[in-house]
């Protein structure tokens, strides 16, 4: 099993910065991707941005430029610097983990971005 905990996020105005973190725990694989999907009311979970055991990043077109992803493979942690933020970037964002077909997800942290 795995654990996801999530800190960070909160209210910020538009164009200002947060910073989300998430430590894993448990019965992590060494291969194992991380990254941070997101839900605005009404809407479906999408991609937010992934990253690799080596690094390698994908980006949502949304946040590409604006968001940064990064991981540190000794703590186990998994980080999204988000700058110039939008209305639009509203939602609540949670940490996944995934890893030999299974998927792991943070408790959710509430982003509000007020114009």
């Known amino acids: 099993q795995v654990q996801l905990v999530q800190s960070g996020g909160g209210l910020v105005q538009a164009g200002g910065s947060l910073r989300l973190s998430c430590a894993a725990s448990?019965?992590?694989?060494?291969?194992?991707?991380k990254g941070w999907y997101r839900q605005a009311p009404g809407k479906q979970r999408e991609l937010v941005a992934r990253?690799?055991?080596?690094?390698?990043?994908i980006y949502a077109d949304s946040v590409k430029g604006r968001f940064t992803i990064s991981r540190d493979n000794v703590k186990n942690t998994v980080t999204l610097q988000m700058n110039s933020l939008k209305v639009e970037d509203k939602a609540v964002y949670y940490c996944w983990l995934g890893q030999i077909g299974d998927d792991y997800w943070g408790q959710g942290t509430q982003v509000t971005v007020s114009s």
């Open positions: 990253i690799s055991h080596g690094g390698s990043t």
């Open positions: 448990g019965s992590i694989a060494g291969g194992s991707v």
